[in-house]
Structures are given as structure tokens and as C-alpha cells.
């Protein structure tokens, strides 16, 4: 018995042995191989379709043309990250390159939660708040919002009136209850934002983004309670700027 356990462990271990050296072959066989070719996935999230992962593939290969021409030991990932990234409508990019030598893209689409009209420009404001171009394959039915902007607006960063801007945005978008009131945002050139409801003629004066719980708490409060009282085209202005109030403007 001791013995017939003893040619099994040892069997077990060169087959142990022999698989490692099998996978140290393959690794070294793939790294001298040309690159076969780029994969890319994208998660769109339930967005609709911005950027397509052929368009990934091609930009990534414009970027990089000796690509194709290199051994996959010789693939810079970095490299081929900076150049998904410069995509404008990806993040979390992330590359590796497969058994099959294949360098594959992973990557998810920018989620948009509003739309940006300024000027003759038209940009995206997405959920981290960043800015991104609009798209010719698809549109998102997001928020519309605007400004009296002070500085030229950014791509890589949000100034205090955008900070503001995508504060109230970000939280309409996680307070669907809310957002099914308002059809567009604007921020003025103090940081405070206006907003024109779906329903009603009227402006809303936000004030700054803080409080907002408490805000829209007293926006609906108001529309169930005085509104139909006192009648929808009544008020010119509902303002929520001041703390604890309701404060309106006759027309």
C-alpha cells in the first residue's frame, strides 16, 4: 500500500511538473508572437451607445500604428491605455493582452446626467463630474442646464459654478422622485441655480447646492399643499433659497 501510495504522489508531482513547464513554453511561444489583433468591450450601463467598440479599435490603432507589427512581449499597456483614454467618452479603462495574443480593451462609457448648452458649445456633464462632447450615434435624455459661466468651461476639471451645477444635477439623478419635477437647471454667475419645472410657468430659485433634502422636501410640500390652492399660473417665482421657506412672487 505504501508503496502504491508513493508512484501516486510522485506521479501527481510530475504531472504537477510537466504542466508548469507546458504553461512556461506556451508564455514564451505567445510573448515571440505578433499581436493578432485588438478586443475591445465596452459597458454601456443601460446608456445608450456614445462610442462603438469598433470606433475604440481604430482610434487605439491610429494611435498606435506599429501595433499590429509588434511581439506581444513588446506591448506597453500603459501605452495603449493612454490612448483608450484619450477617448473622451471612456473611463475605467483597462488593458491586457490574452492567451491568444490578442490586446484587449476594457472599458465603460461615460454616464451622462445632463446636457450643457453654452453658447454655440454643447457638452455632457457626466455622474463624476466631468465633461465630455455630445455624440453623432446616440443621444441620452438627461437634464437640460445651462449658466452665466465666469470662466471658459473645462474639460478636466469643475470650477464652483459647475461644482454647483453638477451637485444639483447628481442629486436629481439619484432622486428620481424629485427629478420627474424639473426639466432644466441654470446656474447663475453668483453659484446659485434656477430651475424651470415640467409643469407650471413659473421659475424655481434653488440658491446654492447645499440643503437640498430639505429643499425639494419643501418644493414638493408646496405643489401638494398650495399649489392647486392657489393656482399653477399664479406665482412668477417659487424661491427655496432661504432656510425652512416657501417664498413666492405673484405674477
Not at 443601460?46 to 487605439?60: F, H, M, N, R, Y
Not at 432644466?184 to 453659484?191: C, E, H, P, S
Not at 410640500?221 to 417665482?237: E, L, Q
Amino acid at each position: 500500500m505504501k508503496m502504491k501510495r508513493s508512484v501516486k504522489i510522485l506521479l501527481i508531482l510530475l504531472g504537477a511538473l510537466l504542466l508548469a513547464v507546458l504553461v512556461v513554453v506556451a508564455n514564451l511561444s505567445r510573448s515571440g508572437s505578433l499581436v493578432r489583433g485588438i478586443e475591445v468591450s465596452v459597458r454601456y450601463g443601460g446608456t445608450p451607445v456614445l462610442v462603438s467598440e469598433q470606433t475604440v479599435a481604430d482610434t487605439i490603432q491610429a494611435a498606435l500604428p506599429t501595433l499590429m507589427q509588434q511581439r506581444v512581449k513588446e506591448v506597453d499597456c500603459d501605452e495603449v491605455a493612454a490612448a483608450a483614454r484619450r477617448i473622451p467618452f471612456l473611463t475605467n479603462v483597462s488593458i491586457t493582452v490574452s492567451v491568444s495574443g490578442r490586446v484587449v480593451v476594457r472599458a465603460d462609457q461615460r454616464r451622462p446626467i445632463a446636457r450643457l448648452f453654452h453658447g454655440d458649445r454643447e457638452l455632457y456633464l457626466d455622474s463624476e463630474g466631468g465633461l465630455f462632447p455630445v455624440s453623432r450615434l446616440g443621444n441620452c435624455n438627461v437634464l437640460v442646464a445651462g449658466g452665466e459661466f465666469v470662466n471658459p468651461l473645462c474639460m478636466d476639471s469643475l470650477d464652483a459654478q459647475l461644482a454647483a451645477l453638477w451637485q444639483v444635477a447628481s442629486y436629481l439623478d439619484s432622486e428620481s422622485r424629485y427629478a420627474k419635477l424639473i426639466d432644466q437647471i441654470y446656474v447663475q454667475r453668483d453659484g446659485d441655480i434656477m430651475m424651470v419645472p415640467k409643469v407650471g410657468s413659473q421659475v424655481i430659485e434653488l440658491g446654492d447646492a447645499n440643503d437640498l433634502d430639505t429643499k425639494f422636501s419643501n418644493l414638493m410640500a408646496f405643489y401638494r399643499k398650495g399649489m392647486p390652492r392657489a393656482g399653477w399660473d399664479t406665482y412668477s417665482k417659487i424661491s427655496l433659497k432661504f432656510k425652512g421657506q416657501v417664498v413666492c412672487t405673484k405674477r
